[in-house]
């Protein structure tokens, strides 16, 4: 297993959850990372992204300033730390390694693919 995704649950709204995507040794080390989500009956989209070293990190529109990306490269660990969050949320998500060390947004950037940890927000 190359990415492997946990820390998905269910959570009331305005509740908060951390995930996690541990990665296989160093193998992507040098990557940028993401997090995408995909609800059912939508497509896939982009929730964040963080470059190689973690300097530079973009978000979508709909989670900034509630969600927040973070990597310890030491660990081999990417987070994604999500606040308030709200029924709209509710999807699986999904880890990514993209092509390249810097921040990508689209998904034909991402090489590498978690198997997804499905986060639930009830009203």
């Known amino acids: 297993v190359q990415l492997q995704a946990s820390g998905g649950g269910l959570v009331q709204a305005g509740g908060s959850l951390r995930l996690s995507c541990g990665t296989s040794g160093r193998m992507f080390i040098n990557n940028a990372m993401g997090w995408f989500r995909q609800a059912p009956g939508k497509e896939r989209e982009f929730v964040a992204g963080i470059s190689w070293s973690g300097s530079s990190k973009g978000y979508a529109d709909s989670v900034k300033g509630r969600f927040t990306i973070s990597r310890d490269n030491a660990k081999n660990t990417v987070y994604l730390q999500m606040n308030s969050l709200q029924p709209e949320d509710t999807a699986k998500y999904y880890c990514?390694?993209?092509?390249?060390?810097?921040?990508?947004?689209?998904?034909?950037?991402?090489?590498?693919w978690g198997k997804g940890t499905q986060v639930t927000v009830s009203s």
């Open positions: 990514a390694a993209a092509r390249g060390s810097l921040v990508r947004t689209t998904t034909p950037d991402y090489t590498h």
